[in-house]
């Protein structure tokens, strides 16, 4: 078995009513930001915003007025995360039990 701490691009999405939303998350890649008009339960097409840094982790997403034909909108947006990378060998089985806690316990062994 192998581990190796790695970075990870995570995808995320969240629906929002009105022009101003603010944006809670760490380690967000601005450039991956999208606003959607969301209308009739259809998510139709992109629409420009603006943003503005509140705090280290908080950025206001603004949608002009005139850019508005709803009040529904989706954001799409990554997130950077460090995680942990697991290579099994070929004969080695993971065990997975999850605990009364709520947190889950995997033990690997050679087949």
């Known amino acids: ?6 970075k990870k691009v995570i995808y995320k999405s969240k ?11 760490k380690d967000i890649l601005l450039n991956s930001i999208n606003v ?3 209308d009739s339960s259809q998510i139709k097409n992109i629409c420009d915003f603006y943003i503005n840094k509140i ?9 002009p ?8 909108f989706f954001v799409n947006y990554s997130v ?3 995680v942990k990378k697991i290579t099994l060998e070929k004969d ?3 065990n997975v039990t999850k605990k009364e806690d709520g947190s889950m316990e995997i033990t690997f ?3």
């Open 92 to 94: 080695e089985c993971p």
């Open 65 to 72: 007025d005139y850019t508005i034909i709803c009040n529904d």
């Open 36 to 38: 959607l008009v969301k």
């Open 80 to 82: 950077l995360r460090d």
């Open 1 to 6: 078995m192998k581990i190796e701490e790695c």
């Open 55 to 63: 705090s280290e982790n908080q950025y206001k997403i603004f949608i």
């Open 109 to 111: 062994q050679k087949m």
């Open 15 to 25: 629906s929002f009513f009105g022009s101003l939303y603010i944006l809670e998350d």
